[in-house]
């Protein structure tokens, strides 16, 4: 019996080990620049600082293995998680098709959508498509490119509020909840019903979704999610009671960068942990997170609303101007609302074989109001997500790899 005991305790020690994570490198490489940290280490709590940072090391099959840094991480401490919501959406989109496993159903059969419940709307035709029609390969794109919320809530209609809050506790999102579609006021007994979808062939219909409704609440205990001293109604007036983002979505950084992981690197997860999607699944996802708006046809983007680096806020921040380097790509998917920026990404060098994820948020509302359009993301909160970046990937450049990565599955632009 002592025998089986013994084997049991070492059994643990590794994962022991593994849960152990580092949180004093990060507030020692930020004091080391205060020129560009200052004002945010002066005031932490008021900015809502999160960080992590996971370095990737290879072993001589490509295998990564993983060693993470954080800074004031907390998992029960809210923040808007905004547009960030929207990458673990598109993953299960696709998941689910795949599960339904149809003849003739796939990510680019078309779809309709209709209205059935009330400030339902309905959708038959989506003119950024080649075709002229909407699909779910095509919302995914226009949510990896832009962040398209249309297309976020076409997904979230989908596969249905239930089914999606399941899969992410099923894919170890344990702290995270997607509850509300975005930017339409998505609250309530609306948000827990969902459109009829058909998909068709040439007219002939390939699959039928009924309208859905979701009972469920999804409860997480949390702090913050009582915020400010006001905030602007629809009817553009100023409120004086704080702003609660109690029953919106929730989708902590630690949740965020898991998910990023499981999607990039399936091959560091049991098979059974792993996305039910297809090798094509996996490579229509990286192209599109890591290209930019002009690299796309369909949708086509007017780059002087969406430039370059529009959507790159770690390592780019939001400049219109800034140069881009070819070497360089970035799997991303940001989101910013309410004064808050986050941004989690996996940011590769393929000329200088570095390879690191980062997850990072970051707010700033001055005057205490919300919904009033106010924040400071040009002063405070992009310089910020652009200096952590370009800051890690400076220290990446000095690190010592014994293995240099294979990373051609994620070069898209040989």
Not at 194 to 207: A, G, H, L
Not at 253 to 273: G, S, Y
Not at 303 to 329: C, D, H, Q, V
């Amino acid at each position: 019996m002592h025998k089986y005991l013994t084997l049991f305790f070492i059994s643990l020690i590794p994962y022991s080990f593994a849960q152990k994570m580092d949180t004093i490198y990060l507030e020692k490489l930020l004091k080391s620049h205060p020129e560009l940290f200052q004002k945010i280490l002066d005031h932490p709590n008021k900015n809502e600082v999160q960080i992590l940072y996971t370095q990737i090391d290879r072993d001589k099959n490509n295998i990564p293995h993983f060693t993470s840094f954080s800074y004031r991480l907390d998992p029960n401490w809210y923040f808007y998680p905004a547009s960030t919501v929207k990458l673990p959406t598109a993953i299960l989109a696709l998941e689910k098709i795949n599960e339904l496993n149809l003849s003739g159903l796939s990510k680019d059969t078309p779809l309709r959508i209709d209205s059935s419940y009330e400030k339902q709307t309905a959708v038959s035709k989506d003119e950024s498509a080649i075709n002229g029609l909407p699909s779910v390969g095509q919302y995914i794109k226009k949510i990896l490119l832009t962040s398209d919320n249309d297309a976020q809530n076409r997904l979230f209609e989908f596969i249905g509020r239930a089914e999606l809050n399941s899969k992410l506790q099923k894919h170890g999102a344990q702290n995270s909840r997607i509850v509300n579609r975005l930017a339409i006021g998505d609250k309530g007994i609306w948000a827990k019903h969902t459109n009829s979808i058909t998909f068709y062939q040439e007219d002939k219909p390939v699959y039928k979704q009924e309208a859905q409704y979701d009972p469920n609440d999804y409860p997480i205990k949390l702090q913050n999610t009582v915020q400010g001293k006001g905030y602007m109604n629809d009817k553009d007036e100023i409120i004086h009671e704080p702003w609660s983002f109690e029953g919106l979505n929730v989708y902590p950084l630690d949740d965020q960068q898991m998910i990023l992981k499981k999607l990039l690197f399936p091959e560091a997860f049991e098979r059974r942990e792993r996305f039910k999607l297809s090798k094509e699944d996996y490579s229509f996802l990286y192209d599109y997170m890591s290209r930019y708006p002009f690299e796309s046809d369909y949708p086509k983007y007017d780059t002087t609303e969406f430039w370059s680096t529009y959507s790159k806020l770690l390592f780019y921040g939001r400049e219109k101007e800034a140069s881009i380097n070819p070497n360089i790509r970035i799997f991303n998917k940001y989101g910013d609302s309410y004064g808050y920026n986050i941004d989690n990404a996996y940011i590769v060098d393929f000329e200088k074989g570095i390879e690191f994820l980062l997850a990072v948020v970051v707010q700033s509302n001055e005057n205490g109001i919300y919904n009033d359009g106010i924040y400071e993301y040009d002063t405070v909160t992009y310089p910020f997500l652009k200096n952590i970046g370009q800051v890690i990937y400076q220290e990446e450049l000095k690190r010592d790899k014994k293995v240099k990565p294979d990373l051609s599955k994620f070069n898209f632009r040989k």
